[in-house]
């Protein structure tokens, strides 16, 4: 799975165009919101669980300030509060795709 373009195309909003022709209309505040990393997510170290830490609504916390490729397999969001430690497999983003297609494929 690959990402072809990345384009924000409002102040909220950002599209995704895939390798197949897909393309995936992202809310920044659902992929804030959908951060993987272990702050925002908690992670399972051995048998031990750590929570998530805390989180702190900043007046730019949904402001997307710039959008890295990492590899061929994510892209890395940096957000307008400083947070820019998750990293969006492709994989993941397109199960967070919410076009009828897609919730059409889960259901």
Excluded at 10 to 37: E, M, Q, Y
Excluded at 52 to 71: H, R
């Amino acid at each position: 799975m690959k990402l072809t373009a990345i384009k924000q195309i409002a102040d909220n909003k950002i599209v995704l165009t895939w390798h197949d022709g897909h393309i995936s209309v992202f809310a920044l505040n659902d992929l804030r919101n959908a951060c993987p990393c272990a702050s925002c997510k908690g992670e399972q170290v051995l048998l031990h669980h750590y929570a998530p830490m805390p989180q702190v609504d900043l007046p730019e916390k949904n402001n997307l300030k710039n959008i890295s490729t990492v590899g061929a397999y994510a892209i890395q969001l940096f957000w307008g509060d400083g947070h820019d430690t998750g990293l969006y497999s492709f994989e993941y983003l397109r199960s967070l795709c919410e076009c009828e297609l897609c919730k059409s494929k889960i259901n």
